[in-house]
């Protein structure tokens, strides 16, 4: 005799077919499923462009934009001084910027959660006689660390040097980076790696780049005569980092753990080297290079396995900075700047503009206005509905 499942009988007494049933169920997850999205704001998992751009007041705020579709970009804050510089976390759930207040001429540090648009301040820099700014989050979003700088009012010393700050989100708390008795360890330009286990900031005291090492708060400071961090590989391993040679730059490759030094370009070579964005993966090394005349950096690609160097992106017409790996590694965002127009001659009317570049179709796409001036895009990665002003 054949048995009935519990399934089937419970679909007898609906007077249904198991089938049929099973159906229903697949129909109410798939709507409960639209459902929560919608409500909370699930609806837009694409990567995007966040820059700073002037509004209509000439005023830089932060803009949002959409690589496949440039003009539906958006502004996404108003504040009452304008942003002066920011840091996306890498869940894209929240930005971190700095404002000024002209009253006294001090920065404090904001964040700005993305769903609801509702911003708030996390320092009270100018509480503490201090400029505060350059925040850069950590990626698991827990620390920001920032530069500050003690504004000494009240004295003939002026505003002293900037050092490396933290904010820890959880604890409410911020303090030095590096607790040295003597105050000399200054800090700007700091930089993350990818796993957050190293920091790497550049120490104009020193002339030297610093890479602190969290999981014993050890310290490896590398000789550099530049004035800029370079970047950290993915695990913090390795720090690439431009070093100059007569009045051109090149590329060094330093090991965190061993302290090992190794040049990955040629000092001797025609070309001058000042910025390196390692990639995601961990592959490649995207490098801005000048060569023959040194009109226009150009971006170039270093195989960090053989130490190729190969031309990526070439286009004399422009200047190429600030680029930056998306997270799957295969597109830079960029600011790019016309030197010449298409008949030679030297352009005069350019401004600085967000492009796009992909590097497995080739395809560049310009996100800005013709006429905007653009400053720090980076890539976002936001599962949610981002408010507007």
């Not at 803009?63 to 440039?70: E, K, S, T």
């Not at 301040?121 to 920001?144: F, M, N, Q, V, W």
């Not at 590398?222 to 590989?233: F, H, K, Q, Y």
């Amino acid at each position: 005799m054949l048995q009935t499942t519990r399934g089937e009988r419970f679909a007898a007494r609906l007077g249904v077919t198991l089938f049929d049933l099973l159906v229903y169920l697949i129909v109410l997850v798939l709507v409960a499923a639209i459902g929560l999205t919608a409500a909370f704001g699930l609806t837009d998992v694409r990567e995007k462009i966040i820059f700073l751009q002037m509004d209509e007041r000439n005023v830089y705020e932060l803009w949002i934009a959409d690589p496949d579709d440039p003009a539906s970009a958006q502004q996404i804050t108003r504040t009452e001084a304008g942003v002066w510089d920011f840091d996306v976390s890498a869940d894209g759930q929240y930005v971190v910027y700095s404002m000024m207040d002209y009253s006294i001429g001090a920065r404090d540090i904001f964040i700005l959660t993305l769903q609801t648009g509702e911003s708030i301040p996390i320092t009270d820099c100018a509480g503490g006689d201090a400029d505060c700014y350059a925040p850069r989050i950590h990626p698991d979003g827990r620390l920001i660390a920032y530069e500050r700088a003690s504004m000494n009012s009240g004295s003939r010393v002026g505003i002293g040097a900037p050092r490396i700050w933290l904010i820890d989100l959880d604890a409410g708390q911020t303090a030095p980076l590096v607790e040295d008795a003597g105050g000399m360890v200054l800090g700007t330009d700091a930089v993350w790696s990818d796993d957050g286990s190293h920091l790497a900031f550049y120490d104009n005291s020193g002339a030297n780049i610093i890479v602190y090492r969290f999981a014993d708060g050890s310290l490896r400071v590398v000789d550099s005569g530049m004035g800029v961090t370079g970047a950290l590989s993915p695990d913090g391993a390795y720090l690439i980092y431009p070093e100059i040679s007569i009045n051109r730059g090149f590329l060094r490759l330093f090991e965190t753990e061993t302290n090992l030094l190794r040049d990955v370009t040629d000092p001797g070579e025609l070309a001058d080297e000042q910025y390196a964005a390692w990639s995601p993966d961990g592959r490649y090394v995207a490098i801005g290079r000048r060569v023959g005349d040194g009109r226009g950096t150009q971006i170039y690609l270093l195989d960090i396995w053989n130490f190729n160097v190969t031309p990526l992106l070439i286009d004399r017409q422009y200047n190429h900075s600030a680029f930056q790996w998306n997270a799957e590694s295969n597109q830079l965002v960029m600011t790019r700047f016309r030197l010449l127009n298409d008949d030679g001659s030297l352009a005069t009317d350019s401004t600085q503009e967000a492009w796009v570049y992909n590097i497995e179709t080739r395809r560049l796409i310009r996100l800005s206005e013709p006429g905007q001036f653009v400053l720090n895009p980076q890539w976002i990665s936001a599962p949610h509905r981002i408010a507007t002003p």
